[in-house]
């Protein structure tokens, strides 16, 4: 069976609107004046869809190949979608609350978009924020080698044998079952690692061990500084649609924050006691740092 891969946001669009109890029974919901691509059996397909479309699957169309395969898969939402209303597939509550699913997720996706649009960043706000990223990744890229423990007892035996005149990659090879993390990095730089791991990096020598475990949220790390590599960072104009992109995030990110800081939110009777704890705002899995994990 062909698998269809569709922007979430146009699977919703196209296949959300023909739910049960909504009246607009079209499969595409959009204004009857708008510039049209295609149609299908009937279905008028707007030009700004196919353009969304395209973006999703980077294609450019106005390169012929490329319009001819948008077109073809804005074709391929439309006869699902059509197929999905001559089944009565809507009429499954499971199969309604699919569809709904993935319209909320696109319309999430598009309103966080639109955060993001009515908060201009000027070039003076990334320039700073660019100056900010490069103060803070500081003037090395590490290459450092590391044990990492859960237990600080298990650390100190492997410092132990760093004290005895062992070298690293001996005792990196007899611990490395026992460690929660065996693992060499390469071109790390500071504001990448948690920060007392960090300092002890920058305090260390080329080819030198850590004497003592150093402690982190991850456990105790037991560290060899293989090489401090100077770091050149890029120049703004390179890296400037990244830096605008990442502050844009944030800002969606802290619209979000605040929307769930002011939301009223209520259980059905009997179903809080099933809520492990309340909604929050910590940082996920992605936002903590690489090392250590």
Same mark, same amino acid.
């Given at each position: 069976?062909?698998?269809?891969?569709?922007?979430?946001? %146009?699977?919703?669009?196209?296949?959300?609107?023909?739910?049960?109890?909504?009246?607009?029974?079209?499969?595409?919901?959009?204004?009857?004046?708008?510039?049209?691509?295609?149609?299908?059996?009937?279905?008028?397909?707007?030009?700004?869809?196919?353009?969304?479309?395209?973006?999703?699957?980077?294609?450019?169309?106005?390169?012929?190949?490329?319009?001819?395969q948008a077109l073809k898969l804005a074709m391929d939402l439309v006869l699902m979608a059509q197929a999905a209303q001559r089944e009565n597939?809507?009429?499954?509550?499971?199969?309604?609350?699919?569809?709904?699913?993935?319209?909320?997720?696109?319309?999430?996706?598009?309103?966080?978009?639109?955060?993001?649009?009515?908060?201009?960043?000027?070039?003076?706000?990334?320039?700073?924020?660019?100056?900010?990223?490069?103060?803070?990744?500081?003037?090395?890229?590490?290459?450092?080698?590391?044990?990492?423990?859960?237990?600080?007892?298990?650390? %100190?035996?492997?410092?132990?044998?760093?004290?005895?005149?062992?070298?690293?990659?001996?005792?990196?090879?007899?611990?490395?079952?026992?460690?929660?993390?065996?693992?060499?990095?390469?071109?790390?730089?500071?504001?990448?690692?948690? +920060?007392?791991?960090?300092?002890?990096?920058?305090?260390?020598?080329?080819?030198?061990?850590?004497?003592?475990?150093?402690?982190?949220?991850?456990?105790?790390?037991?560290?060899?500084?293989?090489?401090?590599?100077?770091?050149? +960072? +890029?120049?703004?104009?390179?890296?400037?649609?990244?830096?605008?992109?990442?502050?844009?995030?944030?800002?969606?990110?802290?619209?979000?924050?605040?929307?769930?800081?002011?939301?009223?939110?209520?259980?059905?009777?009997?179903?809080?006691?099933?809520?492990?704890?309340?909604?929050?705002?910590?940082?996920?899995?992605?936002?903590?740092?690489?090392?250590?994990?």
């Amino acid at each position: 069976m062909q698998k269809f891969i569709f922007p979430l946001c %146009l699977l919703g669009m196209i296949a959300g609107c023909s739910q049960g109890g909504n009246t607009d029974t079209r499969v595409i919901q959009f204004p009857a004046d708008v510039p049209l691509a295609e149609t299908v059996n009937g279905t008028p397909v707007p030009q700004a869809l196919l353009e969304t479309l395209a973006r999703g699957h980077n294609l450019h169309l106005d390169k012929p190949d490329q319009r001819e395969q948008a077109l073809k898969l804005a074709m391929d939402l439309v006869l699902m979608a059509q197929a999905a209303q001559r089944e009565n597939f809507f009429a499954d509550p499971q199969f309604q609350a699919d569809v709904e699913a993935v319209r909320l997720k696109g319309v999430a996706d598009a309103t966080i978009g639109a955060f993001e649009k009515q908060t201009p960043i000027g070039e003076d706000v990334l320039k700073a924020q660019y100056d900010t990223e490069i103060g803070q990744a500081g003037k090395f890229e590490y290459d450092f080698g590391q044990l990492l423990f859960a237990d600080e007892g298990d650390a %100190l035996k492997a410092e132990d044998d760093i004290l005895a005149g062992k070298p690293f990659p001996q005792v990196f090879d007899a611990w490395r079952s026992k460690a929660k993390q065996a693992k060499a990095f390469s071109r790390v730089r500071a504001n990448q690692l948690p +920060p007392a791991l960090a300092k002890t990096l920058a305090d260390m020598k080329n080819g030198e061990t850590a004497k003592v475990p150093v402690k982190t949220e991850f456990g105790w790390h037991v560290v060899h500084l293989d090489i401090a590599n100077p770091f050149t +960072p +890029p120049p703004f104009e390179q890296v400037k649609p990244g830096v605008r992109r990442s502050m844009q995030l944030k800002i969606g990110q802290q619209r979000l924050e605040k929307l769930r800081e002011q939301a009223k939110v209520e259980y059905p009777p009997g179903m809080a006691s099933m809520v492990a704890k309340p909604i929050t705002t910590t940082p996920t899995a992605e936002e903590k740092p690489a090392v250590g994990k």
